[in-house]
């Protein structure tokens, strides 16, 4: 099990960035994938994009691909979601969440409040 907390989020013009951390805490951190999900307001929690045990390889959803950039730091238990480009639709509580699946995602953070305005 690990516990996660999001921080980073915030209020931002469209075309802005913001960069969005996710720190763990338990045990094997380095052995989880990570992912980010976002849920807007009268809409269901959707994938955003996801990140391997070493962060060689990760997974985007299309209207994210090309904006938004996954990283992790093993050493710190930290992964990160770097959102440029944000559009007013990219409106959302952003949600981190760990599993030693993809297809398991056992572990949430309390999400963060991601506000683009136009």
């Known amino acids: 099990q690990v516990q996660l907390v999001e921080s980073g989020g915030g209020v931002v013009q469209a075309g802005g960035s913001l960069r969005l951390s996710c720190a763990a805490s338990g045990r094997s951190f380095s052995t989880y994938y990570m992912g980010w999900f976002r849920q807007a307001p009268g809409k269901e929690r959707e994938f955003v994009g996801h990140?391997?045990?070493?962060?060689?390889?990760?997974y985007y959803t299309d209207s994210v691909k090309g904006r938004f950039t996954l990283s992790r730091d093993n050493a710190k238990s930290t992964v990160y979601l770097q959102m440029n480009s944000l559009k007013p639709e990219d409106t959302a509580v952003y949600y981190c969440a760990a599993g030693q699946f993809i297809s398991n995602w056992s572990n949430w953070g309390q999400g963060t409040q991601v506000t683009v305005s136009s």
């Open positions: 990140i391997g045990w070493s962060g060689a390889r990760t």
